[in-house]
């Protein structure tokens, strides 16, 4: 492999790093250093910015936005990452996302793929759209290690903001890699509050921090997940079972690439594979979702029902059905404008185990549409639903 960045040799040399004072010259890029107060507690996250030469603002332009390895910080990774986008001419952000994820950093709990640490790296990307005329189609994400970690688990909570990620020997299950017993150990108990079994918090806390929880999610993202064969930091085993959740879903997106080497990154291919990847324009008509959080996936909204549970939603439109699955959600709203629905209406069939509110929006004018199972209300634009629980799937028609 071309390119190849080892693992180890890079965590032996986090403390020479540059400071923050000082950032390498790298022909064809302009670095900057800068602080973005995150969207959830306020915090302001230090990033490192690069503007390629010759940018134009009247110009659509690739963003990159690379990140960290477990045990490092936002710095690390400057030289390679802001080389290869300056060779490309693309814009690059380094977001920190509450640093490593070690025993030695005191918020450790706040790192590992919190909720915060993912909302940092969303902060840096709304950033990088608002101040640069960004191409929507050629957002990307990359990472290694821990930062694989983190680009499969936000791809998977935000599919819909990257056009395509490349993730190198990615952790992608953390109660799996605990079980293994090697030095991480302890840092993944103070990034996640303790060993498992601990509590049910605890427990919670491996799952939502694992992107094998979220796979189906990204279905509709190009992504490239490689992994070393001879790995024996993060066995390439766990990325297969990341990668056989997929299984169910054929028209997935996701490479999985075992490559002949250990716990290391090429970075040269990753690049050059983001470099190919564009962002379909179409609107997915088929979503199986899976969340932690109360929050949106394309068209669709979730909340969840409450604390330490999953939320899932299976929605697929084909022609003129719309198929509606829930579990653990009190609410879900389907904003249906992009969606091609038929000119007379369409069928509607629901399950859900609880109470469920269904909201949805974008519906055509002159909507007509009764239900025996299920109380309908208009709210403004919105048609709202009140459905009970039940086992199994109820049908209405919704015509217009």
């Known amino acids: 492999m071309t390119g190849v960045l080892t693992i180890a040799a890079v965590a032996a040399s986090i403390m020479s790093a540059v400071s923050a004072a000082e950032l390498p010259e790298i022909e064809g890029i302009r670095l900057r250093q800068l602080r973005i107060p995150s969207s959830v507690d306020g915090a302001e996250q230090p990033v490192v910015i690069g503007?390629?030469?010759?940018?134009?603002?009247?110009?659509?332009?690739?963003?990159?936005?690379?990140?960290?390895?477990?045990?490092?910080?936002?710095?690390?990774?400057?030289?390679?990452?802001?080389?290869?986008?300056?060779?490309?001419?693309?814009?690059?952000?380094?977001?920190?996302?509450?640093?490593?994820?070690?025993?030695?950093?005191?918020?450790?709990?706040?790192?590992?793929?919190?909720?915060?640490?993912?909302?940092?790296?969303?902060?840096?990307?709304?950033?990088?759209?608002?101040?640069?005329?960004?191409?929507?189609?050629?957002?990307?994400?990359?990472?290694?290690?821990?930062?694989?970690?983190?680009?499969?688990?936000?791809?998977?909570?935000?599919?819909?903001?990257?056009s395509a990620a490349a993730a190198w020997v990615a952790v992608t299950d953390l109660r799996e890699w605990w079980e293994l017993g090697n030095t991480y150990r302890p840092h993944i108990e103070a990034v996640c509050g303790g060993a498992p079994g601990d509590s049910a918090q605890v427990d919670f806390e491996y799952l939502r921090r694992s992107p094998r929880t979220f796979m189906t999610n990204l279905a509709h993202t190009r992504v490239l997940l490689a992994h070393g064969d001879r790995d024996f930091t993060i066995p390439v085993e766990q990325a297969w079972r990341s990668f056989r959740v997929l299984g169910d879903l054929p028209a997935h997106h996701t490479i999985f690439q075992v490559f002949s080497g250990g716990h290391e990154a090429d970075h040269e291919a990753a690049f050059a594979w983001l470099s190919s990847q564009v962002a379909p324009p179409q609107t997915p008509t088929e979503l199986h979702l899976v969340t932690d959080e109360s929050k949106s996936y394309y068209w669709a909204e979730l909340e969840v029902a409450g604390e330490l549970m999953l939320g899932k939603a299976d929605l697929v439109f084909s022609r003129d059905t719309l198929s509606v699955a829930t579990e653990n959600l009190s609410g879900l709203s389907l904003h249906l404008r992009d969606l091609p629905l038929p000119e007379d209406g369409v069928f509607l069939t629901v399950r859900s185990d609880r109470d469920l509110a269904l909201r949805l929006t974008g519906l055509p004018a002159g909507l007509n549409a009764q239900c025996p199972w299920a109380s309908i209300a208009a709210d403004g634009d919105a048609l709202v639903l009140t459905v009970g629980p039940a086992e199994e799937a109820r049908t209405l028609r919704l015509s217009w």
């Open 51 to 162: 503007i390629p030469e010759g940018y134009d603002p009247a110009t659509q332009t690739p963003l990159l936005i690379g990140l960290h390895t477990w045990s490092a910080d936002y710095l690390q990774r400057v030289e390679a990452y802001a080389t290869q986008a300056a060779r490309r001419g693309w814009l690059v952000v380094l977001p920190n996302f509450r640093g490593p994820n070690c025993t030695t950093n005191p918020n450790a709990f706040e790192a590992g793929g919190s909720i915060l640490a993912q909302h940092d790296i969303v902060d840096a990307r709304q950033y990088m759209v608002e101040s640069f005329n960004v191409d929507p189609a050629r957002v990307y994400i990359t990472g290694d290690s821990g930062g694989g970690h983190m680009t499969m688990l936000m791809c998977a909570k935000y599919p819909d903001l990257f």
